[in-house]
Every structure is written in C-alpha cells, then in structure tokens.
C-alpha cells in the first residue's frame, strides 16, 4: 500500500517514476524477493535495498531507464559476497540480488484504480514479462485485480491472448511465474491492502501500540464497551467504536472485517474478552491475540465452551521478556509483523 501511496504522490506533483524491485537473491541480502523502493526523475529514493551500498548505483539504473525511455533494467548485484575492489573490506552481506528497474509510465494512469482497490482491501497483482522468445513482449506489464478486468498494459495487442491464457492458474503473491505452453517468464509483485489490527479494548496499554504502529504504517481499529476510555482514542486512529457489552453487538461489528486482519483482545475485562474471543473464534479469523497467562486462557475458553485454539495466541507476542508498556507493545507488533509477512509470502 505505501508503495502505491508514494507512485500516486509522485505522478500528482508531475514526476517521472521507477519502481525497483528486487526479484532475487541467493545467500545473505538485506532486503529479499518482493521490496521495493521507488524512485523519482530527480534522483530521489524512497526505502532502501540494501545497507546503502547499492542504492546509488540503482538510482543511477533508474535514471537511464528513464531517460532512455525503456521499459525495464536488471540490475545484478554480485559483489555483495566479495571485498569492495577499492578498499577492500567486506560488505557484510555475503548474498547476491537481481533488482528489476521499471519505468511506471504504464502503471501511472491506473494508480487511482489500483488505489481504490487496495482501499477496498482486495490485493491487486502487477505482472511484467523478463522473458519470452518474442523480444517484443519483455517488459510489457498486465495488472490483475480481485474484482475488476484484468489489465495489459502492452502498446498492441500482441500479450492479450497470451498473457490471459499464461494466468489462468497463477497464485496471488508475489514471486516468478512460468508459463511453458507460451514460453514466458512472469515476474509479479503483489500489493497488499494496508495492514490493519482490530484492538478489543481501550485501556492504557493501548497506547503505546498505537504510537509504535504508527511508525510501522499500521492502522488500528479501537474498540471498547467504556465510553471514558474509548473517548480518548478519538481522531488518532483509522477507527473508534463504543460497543455494547453483548454478542450481539461484537460478533455484528467483526463480521465485516477480513477474517485474515489480526485480532489484539486485551480490554482486560473478563466478560468484554469472552465476547470478543467467541465472536472472533466464531468467525473464523486467522490470528487472535489475547492479552494475560495462559491460565486466564483457560478460563475464558471454559466460559465460552470452546476449545478451539489453533488461532489463538495467549500470551500474546513474541518473549523478548518485556516489562514495560512499551516493551510489551513491541512485543505483541513484532508477532502481528511476523503473521502479516507470512500471509503475504503465502495469502489466502
């Protein structure tokens, strides 16, 4: 979603754009298959690909791209696992990487489209063809969505009944596709909705996950049955909502939520929480965290007369053996960020 964000920013103020993509690596990288970094017609670069010894170099890539008016550059980054030839030191990463440089100006008049549709929570798949025997194909692009259309984006009419045939069967995520009836070799990348956490419940220890997740471009929903707690969450987050403290009402709210979108349950109110973890269960969702020990568990899973647990983390979060607010809230957004980075290597 960012990725879209900065391309859409970027052709607003009249920019010329490319989108690095790195499409391979072997051994130690910093950054592997799917990231990304945009770049402007000025030189700038947003995100980055490695610790910062290649970034230049790919910059320079994505200016010839652009300058030259081509459509594509890989650039092969080989030396990662060798001494610098001038100073001699070791890089560090001991891997090497493809990058795939693009030149968006196929994608731009359709970044609104593919904006909405993120908007919407679908995902939306962006193909590019790196090789077929008919040289003219190779760089052209094909935009897949969930509920419109596809796209090609080919300057004749030379992909449609190839590439629609080539992508009957293709998975939605990001990686390499072949097609050996057609001899071509896609590489798509997939662009995921904005990353999203249900919290059930509003009470301090709130805070601190919704300041660090604002840094990690998470958007959190809120909600809690207390009016005085769930007040102060207002115009600083995507959502706020006063529930009421029946199944009724939790179980309506959460039914219009994508089952795959994490689940925080930590109102620390024993009946608010048994609400939320049977509504929660109920529907299905991937990923349920419930804040307190593992006996606490035990006893809402007995209220709730369930012993479904597949889904549940309890205690919540990675141990890193926090203490403090902040701490527990790093610990519970690097598990969502651990789920979130699975789902996206294996959606749906």
């Not at 349920?288 to 479904?308: A, K, Q, W």
């Amino acid at each position: 979603m960012e990725t879209i964000e900065k391309l859409l920013s970027e052709t607003i103020k009249g920019r010329k754009t490319v989108l690095a993509t790195v499409i391979n690596t072997k051994g130690s990288t910093y950054r592997k298959q799917g990231a990304q970094m945009v770049i402007n017609d000025k030189g700038i670069g947003y995100s980055q690909l490695s610790g910062g010894c290649i970034e230049n170099n790919i910059i320079d890539k994505s200016l010839d791209v652009m300058n030259n008016q081509t459509d594509l550059d890989i650039g092969s980054y080989l030396n990662l696992s060798q001494p610098d030839p001038i100073f001699g030191f070791d890089k560090g990463c001991k891997g090497d990487m493809d990058i795939l440089i693009l030149d968006t100006k196929q994608l731009q008049p359709h970044l609104h489209t593919i904006y909405n549709s993120l908007n919407k929570n679908e995902t939306v798949l962006v193909g590019t063809i790196i090789n077929h025997i008919d040289f003219r194909l190779v760089g052209q692009s094909f935009i897949k969505y969930e509920n419109l259309d596809m796209k090609i984006l080919n300057k004749s009419g030379l992909l449609d009944t190839k590439i629609k045939e080539a992508l009957k069967n293709v998975e939605i995520k990001t990686g390499w596709y072949h097609d050996e009836k057609n001899k071509i070799d896609i590489f798509i990348q997939a662009f995921y909705p904005q990353k999203e956490i249900i919290v059930m419940g509003a009470g301090n220890d709130v805070l601190p996950i919704l300041e660090i997740a604002k840094k990690l471009n998470f958007e959190l929903r809120i909600n809690d049955f207390r009016e005085s707690l769930i007040r102060r969450f207002t115009n600083r987050c995507k959502e706020v909502n006063l529930l009421s403290n029946n199944i009724e009402n939790v179980e309506s709210y959460l039914t219009n939520m994508s089952k795959n979108t994490p689940v925080v349950i930590m109102s620390h109110n024993f009946s608010f929480d048994c609400l939320c973890l049977k509504s929660a269960i109920n529907l299905g969702f991937k990923y349920i965290g419930v804040m307190g020990p593992r006996h606490r568990l035990n006893n809402l899973m007995t209220e709730i007369d369930s012993t479904e647990t597949d889904s549940i983390r309890c205690p919540i979060g990675i141990n890193i053996a926090a203490q403090t607010p902040e701490e527990i809230a790093i610990s519970i957004l690097g598990e969502i960020i651990n789920y979130y980075n699975d789902q996206t290597n294996t959606w749906r």
